[in-house]
């Protein structure tokens, strides 16, 4: 068993969102802290962060970032949720950026335009869930199990799964649009 202290009462601040590393992290740096669409700042954050990247990074290296950002992210995201005693708060971002930063790996380089239209793509398809999308998500939901005692390493790393799933399957979705829109112009 864990040994998290978590209440329904908590009530994500800066102070407490940048007092560790997983928070920090989970709420994307700050971003999810946005009082009005926390996932939308979030992915508008990891753009911003990987155009930043790109003056700094090889593709090699964002491969690797974004790989274990998603490995370590189940668990960061699961880990979050558990104190928060949320099954997936809103302002855990965490899931939206590796998401998005998938996306742009495979697009980049690539004109502003397609960039707005990916990012428009996936947080269409990040928030209205549409299809297998909403699916998963609604299977990790029912599957998340009881919040209000603590978890597991395994049930809190299933639980950051679950968040991270959709917005994967979200970056799939967005992908698969734009290359059809591809193969139509061309």
Same mark, same amino acid.
């Given at each position: ?8 009462e908590?009530?994500?601040?800066? &102070? ?9 992290? =989970? ?9 009005? =669409?926390p996932?939308? =700042? ?5 753009w911003?962060?990987?155009l ?11 491969l690797?970032?974004i790989?274990?950002g998603?490995?370590?992210?189940c ?5 979050? #949720?558990?104190?928060l005693? &949320? &099954?997936?708060?809103?302002? %855990?971002?965490?899931?939206e ?6 996306v742009l ?7 502003i335009?397609?960039? %707005?239209?990916?990012?428009a793509?996936f ?9 297998? %999308?909403g ?7 029912? #599957? ?7 978890? #597991? ?5 299933w ?6 799933i ?6 799939f979705?967005t992908?698969?649009?734009? =290359? ?5 112009i061309?």
């Amino acid at each position: 068993m864990t040994n998290i202290h978590h209440s329904s009462e908590v009530k994500p601040t800066f &102070k407490w969102v940048f007092q560790t590393a997983s928070r920090t992290i =989970a709420f994307g740096f700050g971003s999810g802290l946005s009082p009005v =669409a926390p996932g939308t =700042a979030g992915t508008l954050w990891a753009w911003a962060a990987f155009l930043v990247g790109e003056y700094f990074l090889s593709t090699e290296d964002f491969l690797w970032i974004i790989g274990g950002g998603i490995l370590l992210g189940c668990w960061i995201c699961g880990h979050v #949720s558990e104190e928060l005693g &949320k &099954k997936d708060f809103g302002g %855990i971002v965490w899931d939206e950026i590796v998401a998005f930063w998938l996306v742009l790996i495979f697009i980049m380089p690539t004109n502003i335009w397609m960039q %707005i239209l990916a990012f428009a793509l996936f947080r269409y398809f990040d928030a209205m869930k549409p299809g297998p %999308i909403g699916i998963i998500d609604r299977h990790f939901k029912h #599957s998340a199990g009881d919040s209000s005692q603590s978890s #597991s390493f395994l049930q809190i790393t299933w639980r950051g799964f679950g968040i991270v799933i959709d917005d994967l399957a979200a970056a799939f979705c967005t992908l698969l649009v734009i =290359a059809l829109l591809q193969f139509l112009i061309q």
